[in-house]
């Protein structure tokens, strides 16, 4: 991370002030935010996931991120040899965890049993992988890549899929879902790409994988934003817009 990457960070959190004194907006503004992982924030992100010993060069292994949002709910792999890679200055000049696609993954305190929800991921990958899920069930999926340049969800019932999306998913961009009753819209770097229909409730506890790793990602993640509610399209437009900026995005 640069310097100027600190100032902007300690800006988005409110530290600093810029013009005539309003904060600068971040993921924090956002209602029902339940958690915020960024990569890029090397005051995060540990090699350990008793978060003890922090990620001091390239490659170093990925144990710990810590949740931005008020929550604390850290994102840990106790198994070293599941653990992604930080690699540093890939988009943008910043910083994305890598996971090989064969078993990495993340896991935080279980989201148990929501219906509506906002889901934003920065990430490039390939194949048909899994960016969210749950571990003890497989039919709380989130995915990209599934029948081409896509992304989809499934929650054991229904598998709603968008159109395709215009940047191929194995170049950045920030991939968004937001579920409001039974509908789910789907959203790349700010444009829509269609809705489909999802019928059960819905639980989260992993990043990059479903149950005990199934469809790992194979690819990078750069800032991962959910929030237990779903948007108002002034809300997904600063947010999308936040991203679009930090990490560079089309």
């Known amino acids: 991370m640069r310097r100027i990457d600190v100032i902007e960070s300690l800006e988005g959190c409110g530290a600093f002030r810029r013009g005539e004194g309003a904060a600068a907006w971040s993921p924090l503004d ?3 935010l339940a958690r915020w992982y960024d990569v890029d924030d090397d005051a995060t992100r540990f090699q350990n996931s008793a978060l003890t010993t922090p990620v001091a060069a ?4 990925l144990g710990g991120l810590l949740d931005k949002a008020a929550g604390a709910n850290h994102a840990t792999q106790t198994v070293s040899g599941r653990r992604p890679i930080v690699k540093f200055a890939i988009q943008n000049g910043r910083d ?7 078993d990495d993954w993340l896991e935080f305190p279980l ?6 929800f906002s889901l934003f991921v920065v990430q490039q990958s390939s194949g048909d992988k899994a960016l969210l899920g ?11 890549g599934e029948g081409g340049n896509t992304i989809a969800a499934f929650d054991g019932s229904t598998n709603p899929i968008s159109s395709t999306l215009g940047t191929p998913r194995t ?8 579920r409001s009753g039974s509908t789910v819209a789907f959203y790349q770097d700010g444009t829509a790409y269609g809705t ?4 059960v409730a819905m639980s989260a506890d992993r990043i990059a ?4 790793g199934v469809i790992p990602l194979a690819g990078d993640i750069g800032e991962l934003v959910f929030c237990t509610s779903a948007l108002s399209g002034t809300n997904r437009q600063q947010l999308e817009s936040y991203l679009r900026s930090r990490w560079a995005t089309a």
Do not use: C, H, K, M
């Open 30 to 32: 956002l209602p029902n």
């Open 58 to 61: 390239d490659a170093d292994p």
């Open 96 to 102: 994305v965890a890598r996971f090989d696609g064969t």
């Open 111 to 116: 989201i148990a049993s929501i219906t509506d």
């Open 134 to 144: 749950e571990g003890a069930d497989i039919t709380s999926q989130w995915r990209v």
């Open 171 to 178: 170049s950045f961009s920030a991939v968004g879902y937001i």
């Open 196 to 199: 489909g229909t999802l019928a």
């Open 209 to 212: 994988a479903f149950g005990g």
